[in-house]
């Protein structure tokens, strides 16, 4: 069975039509009540430290009372104004260690959910003009940063989610390669990557074939679905703008053996979207994909077509599976 995650803070979305006469932020129990109405919905992935204001198992408690698990955690680093700046690449060694040892008691807090995963978008780690700062020393700051989250708890996954930019205008780790470089850096067994389909869009990569090299040099930690233009970070829905780049990338992390759960992360507030038909859609298209799937390892005439690198043939044995003929 597949378990399927949400970005919470989408379940905030339409808030007047959904709490009625509710004045100020949805709660975190009320975000989490919407989310669990959600057909197939099983986890939800949260925030730190902006979700975990209370302890962490009184926290996971009201997640699983609500009919719902943690998967696992997501760093913000949001709390202090210098972050802007580089969180793990601040040039002031006490920034760093400010973000680091945030990390690690995002960590800590996991741990005590007894939920093993902290994904790291380090999106403020970069810069934004020629001569702003000096790369090696960068590189060495966020690797190194890397390595000390790491080896904080090695039970604990370390799952780096790159992006080409956004907030800053060039991000250290912003595609499948330099993020593979910088792990293997790291020299430490417990981080692997998170493939967000569109930021590998926006990265000029095919997400089939980041995936195949993160399994080739890493491990695939994390998989969130969404969809866009390649331009920016739309979080439009599973499959709506990229389908046959979408059946392609849930065929290979299955060859992969990828067991983790599909997370979507989408953003239905950009648009007035009410947030559960928007996940309900997400899950019945990754389950439509995911039958296709099966009908791809099944295909004969296709897999000779992808051996031989025949187009055409492979063309029309995809668009066959997937009008369902």
């Known amino acids: ?54 302890a962490p198992r009184t926290v996971r408690g009201k997640v699983n009372d609500l009919g719902l698990q943690v998967n696992g955690l997501a760093m913000r680093y949001y ?14 060694r006490a920034v760093r260690q400010e973000a680091i040892d945030l990390t690690k008691r995002g960590i800590d807090a996991a741990m005590e959910m007894g939920a093993p995963l902290m994904t790291l978008w380090l999106g403020q780690d970069g810069f934004d003009y020629s001569f702003q700062g000096d790369y090696a ?17 090695p039970d604990c996954q370390i799952s780096i989610e790159y992006k080409p930019n956004e907030p800053r205008s060039y991000a250290l780790l912003p595609d499948a390669a330099t993020t593979l470089l910088a792990i293997d850096e790291t020299g430490c067994d417990n981080i692997g990557v998170t493939l967000d389909f569109a930021h590998v869009l926006y990265a000029d990569e095919m997400p089939a074939f980041a ?15 969404n969809d866009g233009y390649a331009k920016r970070d739309d979080g439009l829905m599973v499959g709506s703008v990229h389908p046959q780049a979408t059946l392609e990338l849930l065929w290979q992390i299955s060859r992969d053996g990828y067991e983790g759960v599909i997370y979507f992360d989408t953003f239905p507030d950009a ?31 296709l897999q000779d077509a992808i051996a031989s690198q025949n187009s055409p043939l492979s063309q029309r044995a995809v668009g066959r599976i997937m009008a369902g003929v």
Not at 276 to 294: G, S, W
Request: aromatic fraction near 6%; glycine fraction near 6%; charged fraction near 25%.
């Open 1 to 54: 069975m597949t378990r399927f995650a949400t970005r919470l803070n989408s379940f905030a979305a339409q808030a007047d039509q959904a709490w009625p006469g509710y004045k100020g932020k949805p709660t975190l129990e009320m975000m989490v009540e919407r989310a669990a109405s959600v057909p197939g919905l099983t986890h939800v992935d949260l925030n730190y430290p902006d979700h975990v204001v209370e």
């Open 79 to 92: 709390t202090n104004p210098a972050f802007k700046l580089g969180a793990f690449t601040h040039p002031d």
């Open 137 to 153: 020393r960068m590189w060495e700051d966020e690797v190194g940063g890397i390595r000390e989250v790491a080896q904080h708890a």
């Open 211 to 225: 995936a195949a090299l993160i399994a080739r040099k890493s491990r695939l930690l994390g998989v969130h679905l």
């Open 271 to 301: 648009s007035g979207i009410d947030p559960v038909e928007e996940c309900r859609t997400n899950i019945e298209a990754v389950e439509r994909f995911m039958t296709m799937a099966k009908r791809v390892s099944a295909d004969n005439a």
